[in-house]
């Protein structure tokens, strides 16, 4: 489609050309066909240089999986993988949906940095939502990789926020966007695998399987029964419990919820063991860095919320992060707490110099040497406009972590402030008996954002809104992304 040797994906033409080239084709990525550019590498990589694989497991909470502690069976091969990996206990999201975390997990970026989250405008006298895409002159991981000779190749299954659109897509060869589950997905990972030989490759997946609305694949021997109800009717039921935050939920209901949470964790976990097992048959294991994570998480009732996007607690920021370098053989776990802007990184580092050395200036956050940060920028418009729970949901938060500390602040001044060790489920505000340590926080989290904001970071007026066609918006609404379903 394009040649060259050119800095980003198709540069020679400009960005509504492109806009224009990618939306003809967005019938072409549903259906599961690769969109393929090669322009020619800057470099060629040393002979000793790694592939990387990165895998999001969108939408799952770390405390579902055995390796974080759930007591439920959900991911016997994550976890037997995990004995064998460094895993980070305390890994954060920096935002609690997909746009703004996997746009951090590229650029190494906060989404006040990078500006890729939503905005919201007044529409008759009602809140609407706009997303902006993730701004071109941003360097991303793919590009790094790929301007030190790596193929790049990424497979994603969230047709909504992953598409196109949302140029996330910046510095890959490849970009397969396909709406189906891990399985399916897997078998044109694999096909791509057998056919990638002849340089190091980068390969970025994201599985959709924990996502609503949830892949429930009957497995007989996680449940004594298949999950019959209604998932649609499961969940508008579970929003209009949870939201308005009066009754307690009926605990069968969370029960339910979970049981399709769960069977989902187990049927990803079934697919992770594929791929992993796949690279072993094609003897890559021992050339291979693979990291595991996710973009956010998912409540289940906590704080009187659902789904996610909506708020910076726990659930919906704790995301599991398990890295395996090359031949790693025995486990090993770390306390420190990691932000998805460490991801870049941390990966370029576990490369030789002469890929990695040029490019480490553009990621320049790395584990203890910078705040730990997490954002959300209002809610869904469904959920703005909703007249029992939308004004819970008017709001930006920012959550900054100072172990065990963590302060919310809040644009409605509910601003909140817990003890994680003693306080897990942020159930007890320490905002009245410990103002001095809110206080510090605050003051922490204000000069961090505004020194970066002095040095030119976070410029949203260089991007435009995406616009929403028929085709995305039915994407968007087959996710949850719409009054009746999860979110």
């Known amino acids: 489609m394009c040649g060259g040797e050119q800095p980003r994906r198709c540069r020679g033409a400009d960005i509504k ?27 060629v990589p040393p002979a000793s240089s790694p592939n990387v694989v990165v895998i999001v497991l969108d939408t799952l909470r770390a405390d579902h999986l055995g390796c974080y502690g759930y007591t439920r069976d959900t991911s016997p091969r994550i976890d037997a993988w995990a004995k064998r990996s460094t895993l980070y206990r305390r890994a954060i999201a920096t935002a609690p949906w997909t746009v703004p975390t996997h746009a951090s997990l590229f650029t190494g970026l906060h989404p006040f940095e990078h500006g890729a989250h939503t905005y919201i405008a007044d529409t008759n006298g009602a809140p609407d939502e706009t997303v902006k895409p993730l701004g071109e002159h941003y360097t991303t991981l793919a590009e790094a990789l790929r301007a030190g000779g790596y193929q790049t190749a990424a497979f994603v299954a969230n047709a909504g926020y992953l598409s196109p ?14 709406q189906v589950w891990s399985p399916v997905l897997n078998q044109s990972i694999s096909q791509w695998l057998e056919q ?12 959709l ?11 007989p021997a996680f449940l004594e029964k298949p999950l019959v109800r209604n998932k649609r009717r499961l969940f508008a039921e579970f929003r209009q419990r949870v939201l308005p935050a009066g009754e307690p939920v009926p605990r069968d ?39 595991l994570t996710s973009d956010h998480g998912e409540y289940r009732g906590e704080h009187h919320l659902t789904g996610h996007s909506k708020d910076v607690y726990e659930e919906a920021l704790r995301v599991p992060l398990i890295v395996q370098t090359p031949g790693q053989r025995r486990g090993a776990i770390i306390d ?3 932000s998805s802007v460490d991801v870049p990184r941390l990966i370029l580092s576990l490369l030789p110099d002469e890929v990695s050395g040029k490019h480490l200036s553009n990621f320049p956050y790395e584990i203890g040497n910078h705040p730990i940060v997490s954002e959300n920028y209002y809610a869904r418009p469904a959920d703005l406009q909703n007249p029992q729970w939308g004004h819970r949901f008017d709001r930006v938060r ?10 919310i602040r809040s644009s409605d001044e509910r601003d909140e402030l817990y003890n994680l060790e003693e306080d897990g489920a942020e159930a007890n505000n320490l905002l009245a008996r410990d103002p001095e340590t809110a206080r510090r926080l605050a003051n922490q989290l204000e000069a961090f954002q505004s020194a970066k904001r002095r040095a030119g970071h976070g410029d949203p007026a260089t991007t435009d809104p995406v616009i929403l066609d028929d085709e995305l918006r039915a994407r968007l609404q087959s996710l949850g992304y719409a009054a009746e379903g999860e979110d």
């Open 209 to 219: 399987d924990t996502h609503a609305a949830y892949n429930t694949a009957w497995r």
């Open 253 to 291: 209901l969370v029960e339910q919820m979970t049981d399709v949470y769960d069977t989902a964790v187990a049927n990803v976990d079934d697919s992770v063991g594929a791929l992993l097992n796949k690279l072993v048959a094609l003897g890559l294991r021992d050339h291979t860095v693979v990291l």
């Open 398 to 407: 920012t959550a900054l972590y100072e172990w065990p500390f963590k302060y």
């Open 17 to 43: 050309t492109r806009r224009r080239i990618w939306g003809g084709l967005m019938t072409l990525l549903s259906a599961g066909l690769s969109v393929e550019c090669r322009p020619v590498a800057e470099d």
């Open 336 to 338: 420190a707490p990691i």
């Open 196 to 207: 990638t030989r002849d340089r190091p490759f980068f390969l970025f997946i994201n599985y």
């Open 165 to 178: 659109a949302f140029q996330m897509d910046q510095g890959f060869d490849t970009y397969v966007v396909k």
